[in-house]
């Protein structure tokens, strides 16, 4: 059963702290995307990363950092800079060869930071 | 100027009727186009896509149609069921990064009265 997978669902945390986000797929993409959703609003991208060892910022990097050690996995975390984390986070992967390409999306995690 | 994005924010219809959401684009050269479907609280799911060398591509229940004379895009869903209700983006391929970003509207929110 192919697909990306993103946890948890849900996650507090106090202002001040780091929080780490899970993405995983097994449908072997290359890329994987993390985006931001806003209430009413569409999606920004935060990073991107096309290989293993490398990836790049989007629109919305500041207060993010990323890591892509394996295909499968791409972590996102959002750390104490950045100012408005409560939000709603998409990780996405795509194929690159032959593109463009359609983006499958993970479930979201929503981040709660009070 | 404006690049994907909708005509109107929100669109509600009778079930059983057919939807039509709009799209506009500036990027004259964009040569792929997506549409999502986002449900609630749920990562955007895949609907149907079309390529710049077509003017119409029809699935299941919806037909995306491109005109690229004024630079739009529409998806219309026939016999519009309650589980329809969602949030419908469309996007285009972000070429600038030479990846496979995409760009995503702002959103249309459907909504069908039983």
């Known amino acids: 059963d192919g697909g990306i997978t993103q946890s948890p669902k849900y996650l507090f945390r106090k202002e001040g702290q780091n929080v780490t986000l899970s993405c995983e797929q097994n449908?072997?993409?290359?890329?994987m995307y993390w985006y931001r959703q806003d209430p009413g609003q569409g999606l920004r991208l935060i990073y991107y990363?096309?290989?293993?060892?490398?990836?790049q910022k989007g629109d919305i990097a500041e207060g993010y950092s990323v890591s892509r050690e394996k295909k499968e996995s791409f972590p996102l975390t959002v750390t104490s800079a950045q100012k408005n984390p409560t939000a709603f986070y998409l990780c996405?992967?795509?194929?690159?060869?032959?593109?463009?390409?359609?983006?499958?999306f993970g479930p979201g995690t929503r981040l709660t930071v009070t | 100027g404006e690049s994907v994005g909708l005509h109107l924010p929100t669109l509600s219809v009778q079930e059983g009727d057919n939807s039509i959401i709009n799209c506009a684009y500036s990027n004259s050269a964009s040569d792929y186009f997506i549409w999502y479907k986002q449900e609630s609280g749920k990562g955007p799911q895949f609907i149907i896509d079309i390529r710049s060398n077509m003017d119409k591509r029809q699935g299941q229940r919806v037909t995306v149609l491109l005109n690229k004379t004024v630079k739009h895009l529409s998806l219309q869903i026939a016999a519009t069921q309650p589980g329809d209700s969602a949030v419908y983006f469309c996007a285009e391929p972000l070429r600038r990064t030479g990846a496979n970003n995409l760009f995503f509207g702002t959103g249309t929110r459907l909504t069908v009265i039983p």
């Open positions: 996405a992967s795509s194929r690159l060869a032959g593109g463009p390409h359609e983006q499958y």
């Open positions: 990363s096309q290989i293993v060892n490398d990836f």
């Open positions: 449908l072997n993409h290359d890329a």
